[in-house]
DNA sequence: GATGTAAGTTTATTTTCTGAACTTACCCTC
DNA sequence: GAGGGTAAGTTCAGAAAATAAACTTACATC
């Protein structure tokens, strides 16, 4: 099976797979959300080369994950902005990176993340909607496994 | 600049991709979340080339996000198990999921979550480790702002 | 003896990416 | 008014990576 063809499997990861999962497409989100809209900004941001992006941010576009808006018409000069599915991916990206945090050792400290609501220092923490409290991976179960679809031959009846 | 060199990138995001970020990558993470240790447990679930899981896993052992070892000798078979490094993806991957399911009108139905604290059906929701409030991205700010690292020429002394 | 399973490796072909230059269109400075 | 800068791409040839399919080793089962 071919990379392009990942949009054919029924599967949530799959699915946003096939809209975010290229290489560099993270990266240029990364941008978007510190407040990048220029093609140029993207392209000196990631390093990638001019083809990635534009065949990129053409994707994000084609998935509503981004706008492209014209903000001057002569010469026309146009600016991606984050949908609000775009913007929905900030968490993402913040789980990814205190993964990075915690789980790497790089030489990349730690961001410093504040909550305006009580104005401190935080880490992201995983809850429960239902009782609030934290949800790490051994609290979860899942009610209907996942069914694998096997096709099975139907016995011939004819 | 090569994806191969994403991991020069002094940034979380970019460190993280360097070790997940390859395409099929996420896809094998999810599998092995939901159990998968085999390699033709991978490659059958994933759909991806042989040679492509070979190097996937390769990649992820080498990165301490799973694990090779063998559980038989003759013939000699392996088993791929994710380490505390890799579990702590699993919120990654659901913050995922649930991004796809409530983003995405895919023809897959939302996974039905039972947080086992409460016994109840649930939808993550990221909160602050301080005040155990959510966090949601208009709630979070930066104290200390990415510094763009430039080099510039030393005034020379002599 | 043939088929199946498991874990890969090898190979030839196809696809994608890279770096660099090129294009259009305007503005600013000397 | 010539040259350089900015912005948003496109084009192209060469390099790198992915793909499908076959092959390998080693055993177990029919």
Redesign the interface.
């Known amino acids: ?1 071919r ?1 392009s063809e ?1 949009d054919t ?9 096939a ?1 975010i ?4 497409t ?2 240029i989100l ?1 941008d978007a959300l ?1 407040g990048a809209t220029k093609f140029e900004e993207f392209q000196r941001a990631t ?2 080369s001019r083809a990635i992006i534009a065949d990129r941010l053409a994707h994000l576009v084609a ?1 509503k994950v981004m706008e492209r808006v014209k903000y001057e018409d002569h010469p026309p000069r146009f600016a991606y902005r984050l949908t609000p ?1 775009g ?11 205190h ?6 050792r ?3 400290r ?9 104005d ?14 934290p ?1 790490p ?1 051994d ?6 496994p ?1 069914i694998e679809v096997t096709k099975r031959p139907r016995p011939a009846t004819s």
């Open positions: 099976m990379w990942i499997i029924p599967c949530p990861v799959a699915q946003a797979m809209v999962g290229d290489s560099w993270i990266l990364r510190r390093g990638a998935h599915r913007r929905a991916l900030q968490p993402l990206l913040m789980t990814m990176a993964w990075s945090e915690t789980q790497l790089g030489a990349t730690p961001a410093r993340r504040r909550h305006t609501v009580c401190h220092a935080f880490t992201p923490v995983i809850t429960c909607s239902h009782c609030g409290e949800a991976p609290t979860i179960t899942y009610d209907a996942r």
